[in-house]
């Protein structure tokens, strides 16, 4: 049984280019949630989503980042024009729905040199 | 705003030496209170899900108990597989999740 898979793990940038985060939910899941963690911080909520829906995006910076969960294939966290300040952990999870409890990927790790 | 805070940030113990992890928070209107562990490099992993005051959760060496302001993520008789980081979360709606910024426990053979 897989769980939630993200890709890459690791992902180096330099500033001002584009960052592409995917996260494939378990199976079954339909429910897909973006997390940021920065270091000696908590976990933050960016955003929520089903398939092709956003359903809250009120903790995603409103510029240069973007997400979706189109109907095929998997969610994608975009951020366009990266700054020294993206440089953090990024998780996915998911859920089927109807309860809290989230099953998270092993994260991407974005440095922007 | 909800708001979590963890307390010690960092516990060393000895292998067998039972201690606790506190969890504070500030929500209105809780729905529910969770535990996860983190591994190094590795997403939280579920442990515990409390919905209401009075509440206990075991698994294995760990304890999750609730008060209407603090959790308690009690481990007994540690071994050195118990170390890792553990996050509280609080919700007071559907599904966003309010973390705490983790408790490190290192357990030393």
């Known amino acids: 049984n897989a769980g939630v898979m993200q890709n890459p793990r690791h992902l180096v940038r330099r500033r001002g280019q584009e960052a592409r985060l995917r996260c494939s939910p378990m199976?079954?899941?339909?429910?897909v949630y973006w997390y940021r963690q920065l270091p000696e911080e908590g976990l933050k909520f960016m955003v929520y989503?089903?398939?092709?829906?956003?359903?809250?995006e009120s903790g995603m910076p409103k510029e240069r980042f973007s997400a979706e969960f189109p109907k095929e294939g998997p969610s994608i966290l975009r951020i366009q024009q990266v700054v020294r300040g993206d440089s953090a952990a990024y998780f996915c999870?998911?859920?089927?729905?109807?309860?809290?409890?989230?099953?998270f990927g092993s994260g991407t790790q974005l440095s922007v040199l | 705003e909800d708001q979590v805070t963890q307390s010690p940030e960092a516990l060393r113990l000895q292998e067998g030496e039972s201690s606790s992890l506190n969890c504070s928070y500030t929500?209105?209107?809780?729905?529910?209170l969770f535990w996860y562990r983190q591994d190094p490099g590795k997403g939280p992993e579920f442990l515990f899900t409390?919905?209401?005051a009075g509440e206990e959760k075991e698994k294995e060496r760990l304890k999750a108990t609730l008060t209407k302001k603090e959790s308690f993520l009690h481990i007994t008789a540690p071994k050195p597989e118990d170390s890792a980081t553990y996050l509280c979360?609080?919700?007071?709606?559907?599904?966003?999740?309010?973390f705490g910024a983790g408790t490190t426990v290192t357990v030393r053979a």
């Open positions: 999870a998911s859920s089927s729905g109807g309860d809290e409890k989230l099953f």
């Open positions: 199976k079954g899941h339909s429910h």
């Open positions: 989503l089903q398939k092709e829906n956003i359903i809250d």
């Open positions: 929500v209105s209107g809780l729905r529910g």
């Open positions: 409390l919905y209401s």
């Open positions: 979360a609080v919700t007071s709606g559907d599904y966003k999740l309010s």
